[in-house]
């Protein structure tokens, strides 16, 4: 009996340290791909939102899960060293009167850094912040601004984007 019980618990430690291993290999990285969104802060808590939209067509390399009518590609792919990390990056309304939005797509999570510059090259307005990969938007409130042409510059991760904005 002594080396029945014996053959058996260390048999047991290895299926109990199989059934953890295999328990870790199921967490799935989840995202939502959203056709539109924003961020804002109440007191020191910033807030971000996405408004989702149904599957049309693959983001990632054709594998993907539709759960409640979104897209969520599992994880998305690496980007090759040098690569674009952003895509579709657009700016309207533009002309714009109180708020224009600027989104984007990012293909990998980034430190974005967002300016509107005056037609002399000063910084009229400046925005730091870190996001993840997805469709993202930010709002500009150019309501303080006087009517003309301002530039947009879009900094993520060393790549810089440009857009003329135009403010009634």
């Known amino acids: 009996m002594t080396s029945y019980n014996s053959k058996c618990i260390p048999?047991?430690?290895?299926?109990?340290?199989?059934?953890?291993?295999a328990k870790g290999q199921?967490?799935?990285n989840r995202q939502v791909t959203a056709s539109n969104g924003a961020s804002g802060v109440v007191n020191t808590?910033?807030?971000?939102?996405?408004?989702?939209?149904?599957?049309?067509?693959p983001v990632t390399d054709g594998r993907l899960l539709l759960t409640q009518g979104f897209q969520q590609p599992e994880e998305?792919?690496?980007?090759?060293p040098g690569a674009n990390p952003?895509?579709?990056y657009i700016i309207f309304p533009n002309p714009a009167v109180t708020n224009a939005k600027v989104q984007f797509d990012l293909l990998r999570g980034a430190t974005v850094t967002i300016e509107v510059l005056n037609t002399a090259g000063q910084t009229l307005?400046?925005?730091?912040?870190?996001?993840?990969?997805?469709k993202s938007t930010l709002i500009l409130p150019v309501n303080h601004f006087a009517a003309g042409i301002?530039?947009?510059?879009?900094?993520?991760n060393g790549n810089i984007y440009f857009e003329k904005l135009i403010v009634q």
């Not at 307005?125 to 997805?134: D, L, R, S, T």
């Not at 301002?150 to 993520?156: I, M, P, Q």
């Open 11 to 21: 048999a047991l430690v290895v299926l109990a340290l199989l059934c953890a291993t």
């Open 26 to 28: 199921l967490v799935l």
């Open 45 to 57: 808590i910033r807030l971000q939102y996405t408004l989702g939209e149904a599957v049309v067509a």
């Open 76 to 80: 998305l792919p690496a980007l090759p």
């Open 86 to 88: 952003v895509k579709n």
């Open 125 to 134: 307005y400046h925005q730091f912040v870190e996001m993840g990969a997805g």
């Open 150 to 156: 301002y530039t947009v510059v879009l900094k993520v």
